[in-house]
């Protein structure tokens, strides 16, 4: 069955951070693209970072400079460093996967989502 879990979510003050991992069960992500996107409540699913095979990287730019997207392939698992949060960052993030990467959620695969709650 294939599968991606999402996991390192939960809450952090405004300024701190979080990492999180997306890892994958029953393929291999080597030869796939892996998106992140968030979706707060009463909003629609956005972009939010993607790196592809090869290790190319793109962001959001309310992300840029902030967030960084990296993978291990030994491990199967993409990450989600988040730094320097914001209450606005409050979402329930989602890995995705694809052949093709995309910065819309046209991914093929997708995790069932961590909560991210940045608040004092």
């Known amino acids: 069955q294939l599968q991606l879990v999402e996991s390192g979510g939960g809450l952090v003050q405004p300024g701190g951070s979080l990492r999180l991992s997306c890892a994958a069960s029953?393929?291999?992500?080597?030869?796939?693209?892996i998106g992140w996107f968030r979706q707060a409540p009463g909003k629609e699913r956005e972009f939010v970072a993607a790196?592809?095979?090869?290790?190319?990287?793109y962001y959001a730019d309310f992300v840029k400079g902030r967030f960084t997207i990296s993978r291990d392939n030994a491990k199967n698992t993409v990450y989600l460093q988040m730094n320097s949060l914001k209450p606005e960052d409050t979402a329930v993030y989602y890995c995705?996967?694809?052949?093709?990467?995309?910065?819309?959620?046209?991914?093929?695969?997708w995790g069932q989502g961590t909560q991210v709650t940045v608040s004092s």
């Open positions: 995705a996967a694809g052949v093709v990467l995309r910065t819309t959620p046209a991914y093929d695969y």
């Open positions: 029953g393929f291999t992500l080597d030869y796939y693209a």
């Open positions: 790196i592809g095979w090869s290790g190319g990287r």
